[in-house]
Structures are given as C-alpha cells and as structure tokens.
C-alpha cells in the first residue's frame, strides 16, 4: 500500500516520485483479519500526526516511550507551518471491498447493492447498473457515512479508523475498471464475433470448433502486428488463441487474457477492424452498432490520455459522447445475444466501475486517467525486487528503508535540477 503525494503550492511530479509505500508485508506470513489491523493502527497514528502537524509525545501505542532524537523532536512542528491531510483512497475493488468490508461490492447477489457511492444494485430494479441512460435512478443515490460508520463492517474495518474517512472519499480506480475489466469483456466478445464471421481467414470445412477459431485467431494476431506497424503502436500482447479467450465451451464466455496497456492498444485495432467489416457490409446495422461501440470504448482512452489533469468542457463533452457510445451500444449488443441464446457481450459488475470513473469526471472535471494505477503496479514488481534482497527476518522494514533511500535520492537530485 502507498501513499500519493499532492501539494497545492508546488508542481506535479512525475508518478514514481510521488507515491512512496507505507506497509510493506509478506503476503505468504499474513493472517487475515489479524496481520493487517497493527500495521493500520500504526499508519491512522501517523496521520494524526501529520494532521496536527507535530511530532508525537509517545509512540503510536501509548505505552511506548520515546527516546533520542523522538524524544528531543516531541510537540514540535514536523513541516513548519504546513499540515497533511487524508484526501481519498483508491485501488483495486475486490482491494477495496475486502478492506472496507463492503456490503455494496461485486459480491451481491442478483438484486443486492452493487456500490459504495451511489443506489446501483446488481441487476434487478429501477437502479440497475446497467441503466445508462441520461439521469439513471442510481445516481441520484449517495450512500451515507453515518449509516457505514455506525455498521458493524466499518468496526472491523482497519481503515476505517483514518483521520478524515468518509465512505464518499473511496473513489474507483479506471485502470482496473476499464483496461482489466469493461476492455477484456469487449475485446473477448469481439475477436470471438469477428473469428466466426471469418473476418481474417477462409475457414475449412473439416475440423473442431476450436480448431476452426484457432485458425482465425492466427490469423488474426497477424494482422494485429501489421496494424501495429503501420500505427505504430507497440504493446506486449502475446498471439490470439482461444486459451487467452479463455474459452473451453463453444457457446462460452469469451473474455481476453491481457495487461491493461495492451488492452487499451488491442481496443483500438479492433475499432478499426470492426470499421472495415461493417464498410464490406454497409446496409448491416448490427455491424454498425458493434463499430460505433468499439469505437467509442477506443475513443474514451484516446481523450483521456491527451487531457490535463483537469479536463476542459469539450474534452468533457467529446469524454460523454464516447462513455455513451460505448456503454450504450454494449448493452443493446449484450440484449441481442441474449436473445439469441449466447453469452457474447456480458454486462459485468466491472462496467460500472468505468462508469462511475466517467461520472465522477463529469462531476469535478478531475481526469480519471490521473490517479490510474499503472505506475503502481509497476512499484510493485520493483518493490518484489528489493524485497528479494532483504533477509526473511527484516523484509518488511529494510525494503521500505531501502525504497525510501531511492525516493528521496531521486527527489533531491530533481530539485537541484
């Protein structure tokens, strides 16, 4: 777990050298419900803290005393006249739900509350997630901080016990949401679509099902890699075969093996693709409706990507269009083949996740591609690294000593830059 730093009064850094880890464990010794309260425990003392803007008079269990330099250093400011305060937090849902305990979360069942901020429930009802119309129900729902913190989940819930928490401030993160969640889903559906209509190759007529769709497939990841020249646009997504649609079943779900970068960048070749087939059959509307979504899911990147931090109101208003493109044009896809009895096109938990990110965009102008967590996954495979050069007995402590050596080191010789 890190903390992301962000100053009013200086300029923004570059991702890697302004987020530093606060509890560093090893998974494999952790106890649920158990190993993690402590380490929280320590990190709501350090906060105070920050939040007064002094250092304390004990350690973060009363009991302790301190000493040395601690001592010296108790009841005097720690940044001058300047104060830290919590202003949200964010990660990966099944993350966020297992820590906060969450009642609202992908677990409900059919019916039951889908999320933490607003009235979406999990199919079933008016305040179905999958309303995206303008104004859906759901949104005019916002869930109440007393009514969390009152619950028996918020008692056991480590994290509850911020300075500052408020369940409104735990905000969805894209990158999970969208390139690991709504893109796969999509993509899967797609390449599965495209494989059966033979969009790359000419089918024999002998053989399996899986046979037949690994041909396309082939076929298809050379294209990709043209594409990818002609565009260029490098990514690291391995060949297409059916294990990575992760297929087994012929009228299964299909649903692509992929990072989120690579994601993003198979995305936008399948716009293209989609494009070309419904220009080969330009009267077809079904081919139309499927480019137009895969367009806008494509779309929504690219603006995203190309924004400040602070989105302007036409980057809003392209940012809309593209949500309600893709969105809305998935579902009416997802209805057809349910119709027609196949498992194409799922509406999955995860699509209001993107949905609210975009939601809360529209809300504060605040670009969601801001605080996405690609870097941090990034920190992590650095940090299991340093970990590896730590003994057993002091991992925890030495790789976090180690880490912040590297981060101050860094931040120091950008300032004298």
């Known amino acids: 777990m890190c903390v992301h730093f962000y100053s009013p009064i200086?300029?923004?850094?570059?991702?890697?050298?302004?987020?530093?880890?606060?509890?560093?464990?090893?998974a494999v010794d952790a106890i649920k419900g158990v190993t993690d309260r402590p380490l929280w425990a320590a990190k709501c003392w350090s906060w105070r803290c920050l939040a007064a803007n002094k250092y304390p008079r004990t350690g973060h269990e009363p009991s302790v005393k301190l000493t040395g330099w601690r001592k010296r250093m108790a009841g005097k400011p720690i940044l001058g006249d300047f104060h830290v305060a919590y202003v949200g937090l964010t990660g990966d849902w099944m993350w966020t739900a297992d820590t906060l305990n969450l009642q609202q979360s992908y677990k409900a069942a059919p019916g039951g509350p889908l999320c933490h901020k607003c009235g979406a429930t999990y199919f079933g009802?008016?305040?179905?997630?999958?309303?995206?119309?303008e104004g859906a129900p759901h949104w005019g729902v916002v869930r109440s901080n007393a009514a969390y913190m009152?619950?028996?989940?918020?008692?056991?819930?480590?994290?509850s016990g911020l300075p500052g928490f408020h369940i409104q401030s735990v905000?969805?993160?894209?990158?999970?949401?969208?390139?690991?969640?709504?893109?796969?889903?999509?993509?899967?559906?797609?390449?599965?679509?495209l494989g059966d209509e033979m969009a790359w190759a000419i089918a024999p007529d002998t053989g399996t099902?899986?046979?037949?769709?690994?041909?396309?497939?082939?076929?298809?990841?050379?294209?990709?890699?043209?594409?990818q020249a002609v565009k260029r646009r490098r990514c690291s997504q391995p060949r297409f075969t059916v294990?990575?649609?992760?297929?087994?079943?012929?009228?299964?779900?299909?649903?692509?093996?992929?990072?989120?970068?690579?994601?993003?960048?198979?995305?936008?070749?399948?716009?293209?693709?989609?494009?070309?087939?419904?220009?080969?059959h330009p009267s077809n509307s079904y081919f139309r409706d499927r480019a137009a979504m895969m367009w806008g899911l494509s779309e929504f990147y690219r603006i995203l990507r190309q924004s400040n931090r602070w989105m302007l109101e036409d980057d809003l208003a392209?940012?809309?269009?593209?949500?309600?493109?893709?969105?809305?044009?998935?579902?009416?896809?997802?209805?057809m083949a349910a119709d027609e009895g196949t498992q194409l096109y799922p509406c999955r938990p995860k699509m209001h996740v993107f949905d609210e990110c975009h939601h809360i965009a529209q809300e504060s102008g605040l670009n969601p591609?801001?605080?996405?967590?690609?870097?941090?996954?990034?920190?992590?495979?650095?940090?299991?690294?340093?970990a590896q050069s730590c003994h057993g007995s002091t991992l925890e402590p030495n790789s976090l000593e180690k880490w912040c050596v590297q981060f101050f080191n860094e931040s120091d010789s950008e300032d004298s830059e």
């Open 209 to 227: 099902w899986f046979e037949r769709l690994g041909l396309q497939l082939t076929a298809a990841s050379a294209a990709f890699k043209t594409w």
């Open 243 to 280: 294990r990575r649609l992760t297929l087994s079943l012929v009228n299964g779900m299909p649903t692509l093996k992929a990072k989120a970068y690579n994601s993003i960048v198979v995305c936008e070749w399948l716009a293209d693709e989609c494009k070309a087939a419904f220009e080969r």
């Open 10 to 26: 200086g300029t923004e850094r570059r991702t890697e050298r302004c987020k530093m880890p606060s509890i560093i464990r090893n």
């Open 125 to 133: 009802g008016h305040m179905n997630f999958t309303n995206f119309a």
């Open 171 to 193: 905000e969805p993160e894209l990158m999970h949401g969208g390139p690991l969640g709504f893109n796969l889903t999509a993509a899967g559906s797609v390449l599965k679509e």
């Open 369 to 386: 591609a801001a605080d996405w967590t690609f870097q941090d996954e990034d920190n992590m495979r650095i940090m299991i690294l340093i």
């Open 318 to 335: 392209s940012l809309k269009v593209a949500r309600d493109t893709a969105l809305c044009l998935f579902r009416k896809l997802s209805a």
């Open 150 to 159: 009152a619950s028996g989940a918020a008692a056991v819930s480590p994290a």
